[in-house]
């Protein structure tokens, strides 16, 4: 990327931020509200993180908008108006650029600049810092806000430099938009992107050919314009709807019905689904309480969803290839608009690589199954490298010279996926090990940040240069992760979540999946008990108390009623 400015070299500041996205924005924001002295680096030419790159046709949010977004500040809550119920990109990416010059944050961002090595030096108990644009900076304290979902997973398909057209990967959308019209085009991949862009696509497109390797679940969005009087009832008591979203397994608010699937009657059950399906989005998986822990109550759902599939799809053939033999919700549930029913357009075709791989990318187009596609574009909507590749991508070295890919190399181990031994006085928002993608992202975020803020305010107020986990408490934070992880079917299947999308990646689930309440009480837990679990060095006072300033809004009592079994069963499992 074309960067003119000079390179900063020499330069000491308080904490680095990697990133731009929702967590390095409200990152920055809270360390100046504590005078810290702060320098984010992004990689990309503007802010707002996946809503700056995401930008393929389609793209929208799948959780409510009045939902995601910050919940930090009342008078952003109260001046920002979203259009639709779940907002398109460019309004989501309107709303971070708002954000960004209310608060004033961009002076203190260095855009199109990518760290590319993050060094802890033991002797000055700093992170040295290195990026593609020369600069060399240190800080006390390193932050990854870099995303869950931020590196691209482009498979190695072969001849891929034989392809005579454009090849695009819905991550890495170009900013002046494609435009398809009239042209033969292929998409390869049925996860949330495809899912929402191939409706958007065929809209324009000569024809769209799509290869599937997986069926995906997916529940209609029935988007809409936001009714005004909606948003006036939430706007009249914001703070009460957060809080009641900040007291739900998944950080998010909406009905959620505890009762047992396998409970109900087959009548009753067919209602209780239609009723959910007419609601529509996410919400649909809190039809009963047992759908992702039991697996004779997802066979029930299972069995919906694919009548559903062959009610809308006309061709049986097409219909069946569409529908998926997995466990319900598995894999992350998909929110559509128009999905299924672009199978009944003539000039859309499904094919179906999940016998035998995708052969190779030729002049003309796709070879697959022994037979020439020929396209004029393809559209890989292949997904990330999950939750770790961005941390994949930088040489981050920690105490002693390990480097955070050696420690990572069975998977993931971090303790609250907050913070990992060997590497003190470093932080991750929405790392691996928290509730992360399980819960709103942008809630996640928040409660990530008000967290590291306190822990990072503490640790200078009793003078402690650096701070770092016990292998004692990450072991058992590893375990718990995993054992809470076995309670629920979402570990079952091959999905991104337990990095099964990329050959070659250990197999772990890495969300928190024990439910965003119970996360959050620990967290809390560990400060009120002074950091338990964390060990900080020359600190002439360690038995100071934090003085909780963000983390005091995430003290909301649980709301016992609605946590999810995992939730329960988490609260249940010793954790130290
Ligand atoms: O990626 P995915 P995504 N040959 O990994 C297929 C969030 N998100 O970008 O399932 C052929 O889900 C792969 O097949 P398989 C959301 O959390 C949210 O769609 O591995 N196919 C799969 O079908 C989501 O879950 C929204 O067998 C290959 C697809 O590519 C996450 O991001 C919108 C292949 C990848 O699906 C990722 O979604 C978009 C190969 N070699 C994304 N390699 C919202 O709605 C991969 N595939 C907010």
Redesign the pocket.
């Known amino acids: 990327m074309a960067n003119s400015r000079a390179p900063e070299t020499g330069a000491t500041y308080d904490v680095v931020i990697v990133g731009a996205g929702f967590a390095g924005m409200y990152m920055l924001h809270c360390l100046r509200k504590l005078g810290l002295r702060a320098r984010v680096f992004e990689s990309g030419g503007g802010v707002g993180g996946t809503w700056y790159w995401?930008r393929y046709p389609g793209?929208?949010?799948?959780?409510e908008s009045m939902q995601y977004s910050y919940s930090f500040s009342e008078e952003l809550d109260q001046e920002w108006s979203w259009s639709e119920k779940?907002s398109p990109q460019p309004e989501i990416l309107a709303y971070a650029n708002h954000v960004a010059d209310r608060f004033d944050l961009r002076r203190d961002i260095v855009f199109d600049t990518r760290v590319t090595v993050a060094e802890f030096d033991e002797d000055a108990a700093a992170w040295r810092i290195q990026t593609d644009q020369g600069d060399q900076i240190q800080a006390q304290f390193c932050v990854m806000a870099v995303g869950c979902?931020s590196s691209a997973?482009i498979?190695d398909?072969p001849g891929r430099e034989d392809f005579a057209g454009p090849i695009y990967h819905?991550?890495h959308w170009p900013h002046e938009g494609v435009d398809f019209t009239g042209i033969d085009v292929a998409v390869?991949?049925?996860?949330?992107?495809?899912?929402?862009s191939i409706p958007v696509i065929a809209e324009q497109a000569k024809s769209v050919t799509v290869?599937?390797?997986?069926p995906?679940y997916t529940v209609p969005a029935w988007n809409e314009a936001l009714d005004p009087e909606y948003e006036r009832r939430i706007k009249s008591d914001y703070p009460g709807l957060r809080a009641k979203a900040r007291a739900r397994p998944t950080g998010f608010y909406f009905p959620f019905n505890l009762n047992s699937a396998l409970q109900s009657s087959a009548q009753e059950r067919e209602a209780q689904y239609e009723a959910a399906w007419s609601r529509g989005g996410l919400p649909f998986l809190g039809a009963y309480g047992d759908l992702l822990f039991d697996k004779a109550a997802n066979d029930t759902v299972a069995d919906f969803a694919r009548a559903k599939i062959r009610n809308i799809v006309n061709d049986p053939e097409t219909a069946e290839l569409l529908c998926p033999d997995n466990v319900f919700g598995c894999?992350?549930l998909?929110?559509d608009t128009g999905y299924y029913e672009v199978y009944n357009q003539p000039h859309v075709r499904l094919v179906d690589?999940?016998e035998r791989?995708?052969q190779r990318f030729v002049r003309a187009g796709i070879e697959a199954n022994d037979e020439t596609f020929e396209v004029d574009a393809i559209v890989?909507?292949?997904?990330?490298e999950?939750m770790t590749g961005s941390f994949d991508r930088m040489h981050i070295v920690g105490r002693g010279g390990l480097t955070l890919k050696e420690k990572w190399i069975a998977g993931p181990r971090t303790y609250l996926g907050l913070s990992t031994v060997g590497f003190p006085n470093f932080f991750m928002v929405t790392g691996p090990g928290s509730p992360s993608?399980l819960a709103n992202m942008i809630q996640s975020i928040e409660q990530h940040v008000d967290w590291m803020v306190d822990c990072i305010a503490h640790t200078r107020e009793i003078g402690a240069r650096a701070i770092e986990p016990t292998l004692e408490y990450e072991d058992e934070w590893v375990e718990h992760v995993n054992e809470v992880a076995e309670i629920s079917l979402r570990s079952t299947c091959?999905?991104?979540y337990v990095g099964?999308?990329?050959p070659g990646r250990p197999r772990v689930f890495m969300p928190y999946i024990g439910g965003f309440p119970i996360y959050v009480n620990r967290c809390n837990d560990v400060m009120t008990n002074g950091f338990e679990g964390f060990v900080m060095d020359t600190a002439p006072q360690t038995n100071t108390m934090p003085r909780v300033r963000f983390t005091e809004r995430w003290r909301v009592p649980l709301d016992m009623e609605v946590l999810s079994p995992a939730a329960v069963a988490a609260k249940r499992v010793p954790v130290v």
Not at 188 to 196: D, E, K, N, V
């Open positions: 995401n793209a929208r949010c799948d959780i779940y979902l997973n498979p398909f819905t991550g390869i991949g049925t996860g949330s992107s495809a899912i929402q290869f599937q390797r997986t995906s894999k992350r998909c929110v690589v999940s791989p995708i890989c909507a292949t997904g990330f999950a993608v091959s999905s991104w099964a999308n990329v």
